[in-house]
């Protein structure tokens, strides 16, 4: 076998270069059009679809891998690792129906605004909880240590992003304190959401006793560049009587510390009865996932002293239908007088949009609140096209003004009200996996109103005079950003 020096090979690659350069440019050529085909036959909506096919043919060389990357539809192996003979979620789950009617309320079947949500999830809308408003992060934070201190078997946990910063180490050095007396600690985070966390905040926890584990979205041969894929959730339960759910994360900017977004807005819910059960049972799917495990956990369903009638909505990319997109056509659908949502994203596809614009047509009254000081630019730039198109049709906003806003909640008519994690963007709807708390009840939704009103008080309305005086370039920007939505 002939051998060549360094400056032989060197040569021959620069006598070479046009050609080999050539023939990559028509291996990325075709490589874009197969994969731009591909897109516009799977890609999740229109717009996705439109967007990657003119980027995988006009620049193949950069958006064919990205498109590897950021392009798939669905999380793949999630559906199978449930139905894995192992773990027998599906059996929990037969279990807790067989039981759930002792605790089943007849109002979700009697009015067509629930019928829907309880197709999207595992256990239907049940009775006996009681949940309390969690308003920003200072009384969140000092509930869910105040639960974690209480708890005597185990504690399950799992958020999209941690902090090595104070409420972080407060959080460690309590689960670490009860690790070591004896508390079982299971613990998810997400590996993109917790990117700059140390490496050492998660050995020590580990080398005490916490048993804490990343996602696992990679996980499969198949699945090694699925890194477009999140879990948003936010979820804390204690020995199966107590759960918490909400928009903070494990951060010091939740408790009005960050340097320039502060103060910082946002809404968590507290549950006890029946519908912890269904928390518990999105983290037991999202545990087996990312550990092929499942820890023994109290599925006990017990009661609460309040009356409230409530639907734990999971959804996620492996669902089999779009199930947090339909979740928010139902809601907008479905609403009679009132729709007030807020939300720190608002880039909705065109199914959404064209929703909000027959509800506010139909006499509703759409309210959105939006925070006034963005933390992600580009986020705002594509909220431009769909306000400037819903806004014209008579859906209101209004600019959060005292800090930033990071709340995702929604108000129904007088008695329908939402807190979860779910943005209004084509993230949530397609590719994170969220979590959402509902409560049918008149006298919750008017704690949510009271809440709601104090928060309009901050704000300062969008006119239409205003935006028909948004500029030209403004207006280009705002559009190709839209158009690009779908890939962030």
Request: aromatic content about 10%; some cysteine; charged content about 20%.
């Amino acid at each position: 076998m002939a051998t060549y020096s360094a400056p032989e090979l060197w040569n021959w690659l620069s006598a070479n270069l046009t050609g080999i350069g050539a023939l990559l440019a028509a291996i990325f050529a075709v490589l874009g059009v197969l994969s731009a085909l591909e897109a516009i036959l799977k890609t999740r909506t229109a717009q996705g679809a439109v967007a990657w096919a003119i980027v995988l043919v006009g620049f193949p060389p950069v958006f064919v891998p990205l498109y590897w990357i950021f392009g798939r539809r669905k999380f793949r192996g999630y559906a199978l690792a449930k139905r894995n003979n192992h773990l027998q979620i599906d059996e929990v789950a037969d279990d807790l129906l067989t039981g759930f009617p002792e605790f089943g309320t007849e109002t979700s079947s009697n009015d067509p605004r629930l019928i829907a949500l309880e197709q999207l999830t595992t256990l239907p809308f049940c009775t006996h909880n009681d949940c309390q408003l969690l308003i920003n992060g200072a009384p969140a934070f000092n509930e869910i240590l105040t639960r974690i201190e209480a708890a005597k078997d185990y504690v399950l946990l799992e958020f999209y992003i941690i902090r090595d910063d104070k409420i972080g180490r407060e959080l460690a050095e309590l689960l670490i304190k009860k690790a070591q007396q004896g508390l079982r600690i299971f613990f998810v985070y997400d590996e993109i959401g917790c990117l700059k966390l140390p490496n050492q905040y998660l050995q020590n926890l580990r080398n005490n006793g916490v048993n804490i584990r990343p996602f696992n979205t990679t996980k499969g041969l198949g699945n090694r560049l699925q890194l477009n894929f999140r879990n948003h959730r936010k979820i804390v339960v204690c020995d199966g009587d107590y759960a918490f759910i909400g928009g903070m994360n494990i951060g010091d900017e939740y408790r009005d510390m960050h340097p320039v977004l502060t103060p910082w807005r946002d809404t968590g819910i507290s549950i006890s009865g029946p519908a912890v059960q269904s928390v518990q049972m999105a983290f037991a799917e999202d545990w087996f996932w990312a550990s092929e495990s499942l820890p023994k956990l109290n599925w006990q369903v017990t009661t609460a002293s309040g009356n409230l009638n409530t639907l734990v909505l999971a959804t996620g990319p492996a669902d089999n239908t779009d199930s947090c997109a339909l979740y928010f056509l139902n809601m907008i659908h479905q609403a009679r007088q009132r729709l007030w949502i807020v939300s720190p994203y608002f880039v909705p596809d065109a199914p959404v949009i064209y929703a909000l614009q027959l509800a506010a047509m139909r006499g509703v009254d759409v309210r959105i609140m939006l925070p006034a000081k963005p933390d992600k630019l580009m986020i705002q730039l594509s909220s431009y096209t769909a306000i400037k198109e819903t806004l014209s049709r008579g859906v209101q906003f209004y600019y959060y003004q005292d800090g930033f806003l990071h709340q995702k909640v929604m108000l129904v008519d007088d008695d329908i009200s939402v807190v979860g994690t779910a943005n209004m963007d084509n993230r949530s709807f397609r590719l994170n996996f969220e979590l959402c708390v509902i409560n049918h009840s008149v006298d919750f939704a008017s704690k949510m109103e009271n809440m709601l009103n104090d928060d309009f008080q901050k704000c300062k309305q969008l006119l239409p005079r205003e935006v028909a005086r948004w500029s030209l370039k403004r207006r280009i920007l705002s559009r190709c950003a839209y158009l690009f939505a779908p890939l962030q």
